[in-house]
């Protein structure tokens, strides 16, 4: 029996259910029971009615917030060290200090922090859902955090003034995108479509045709009748495309744009994880309790 076959029999009879963020590897991916963005993710992990044990194969921030929605199940992360460093960039003092500086002005936060950040804030938003979310809310002066570039995006499409906190955040993996790549390759494959992730600078996303989260890229992706595609984000999404578009290419913008925390988590340690049923994530109820109440205030805006 191979390592995913052992996977499979453990999760079934442990009742768990295993998520794999778009970013995993292909073979984590291949066997789990949901692939998908942090929304898709956050709403699987809430509506897992049956499973035990949820298995979240991504980084920290995703954990955490599956065991905040789901306070009864065992949720693990198979490599306790695959942690977002743009999550860290993000510390409930910077949140409180925010605050004072603009008292009227409602907080929210990306998904991509920790749970003692969205402890603090009013409302919750990913990447799809933001614009949305920001829309919303009845005020035109708003506290945004950690990404600084979804932050410019989100406010160019709604006008309204979003205050970044910190001051800088940003995904070292999105950044490493230029638009001198795209337009290389635009002009090796001039029918090419170019996507961005709005993490990316703005140099970057001005020189895309689309710019959305990873589901949107997907749908996008999916629906266009165009055959190729420059792709701007994580290079682990190029699998979910491929196996989703069988006649379509994808080029990703460039080559080297991995995420080293999402690539920790490999079949051993994913094996491993279940097995000992160990790397548990756990959040404070107290923390747990405000944080949640910031996700269903996300899940509440329609988008
Ligand atoms: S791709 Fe960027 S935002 Fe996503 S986990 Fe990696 S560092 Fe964090």
């Given amino acids: 029996m191979d390592l995913t076959e052992k996977i499979l029999k453990l999760k079934k009879e442990k009742k768990a259910v295993i998520l794999a963020h778009n970013y995993q590897r292909p073979e984590i991916q291949d066997l789990a029971d949901?692939?998908?963005d942090s929304i898709?993710?956050?709403?699987?992990?809430?509506?897992?009615?049956?499973?035990?044990?949820?298995?979240?194969?991504?980084?920290?921030?995703?954990?955490?917030?599956?065991?905040i929605l789901n306070p009864r199940k065992k949720v693990l992360l198979?490599?306790?060290?695959?942690?977002?460093?743009?999550?860290?960039m993000l510390t409930v003092d910077e949140i409180k200090r925010a605050k004072k500086l603009y008292p009227n002005a409602p907080v929210v936060l990306y998904v991509n922090t920790l749970a003692s950040c969205k402890a603090e804030c009013d409302v919750c938003c990913t990447s799809a859902n933001a614009v949305e979310v920001i829309k919303s809310l009845d005020a035109d002066t708003i506290l945004f955090g950690?990404?600084?570039?979804?932050?410019?995006?989100?406010?160019?499409k709604t006008g309204k003034k979003l205050i970044p906190i910190p001051e800088n955040g940003f995904c070292p993996t999105h950044l490493l995108?230029?638009?001198?790549d795209v337009k290389v390759l635009k002009m090796q494959h001039p029918d090419a479509v170019a996507m961005a992730h709005p993490?990316?600078?703005s140099e970057m996303r001005k020189v895309a045709d689309f710019i959305g989260s990873t589901s949107k890229m997907c749908r996008y992706a999916n629906e266009s009748p165009a055959?190729?595609?420059?792709?701007?984000?994580?290079?682990?999404?190029?699998?979910?495309?491929?196996?989703?578009?069988?006649?379509?290419?994808?080029?990703?913008?460039?080559?080297?744009?991995?995420?080293?925390?999402?690539?920790l988590t490999t079949l051993d340690r994913l094996y491993a994880s279940l097995k000992e049923e160990k790397n548990v994530v756990k959040v404070p109820e107290a923390v747990a309790n405000k944080a949640r109440a910031s996700l269903e205030r996300m899940f509440e805006v329609k988008s």
């Avoid at 950690?146 to 160019?156: F, G, R, T």
């Avoid at 682990?236 to 690539?263: D, Q, S, V």
């Fill in 34 to 36: 949901y692939v998908g």
């Fill in 146 to 156: 950690p990404d600084k570039n979804l932050a410019e995006y989100v406010s160019e």
């Fill in 78 to 88: 198979p490599c306790l060290g695959a942690r977002c460093p743009m999550a860290q």
């Fill in 40 to 67: 898709e993710l956050s709403r699987k992990a809430s509506e897992e009615k049956d499973a035990e044990m949820i298995v979240f194969s991504a980084v920290d921030f995703m954990a955490e917030s599956a065991a």
């Fill in 227 to 263: 055959k190729e595609f420059i792709v701007g984000t994580e290079e682990g999404i190029l699998h979910r495309l491929r196996k989703e578009n069988p006649k379509k290419n994808f080029y990703l913008a460039y080559e080297g744009a991995i995420c080293p925390n999402m690539k």
């Fill in 177 to 180: 995108f230029q638009p001198e």
């Fill in 199 to 201: 993490e990316c600078s």
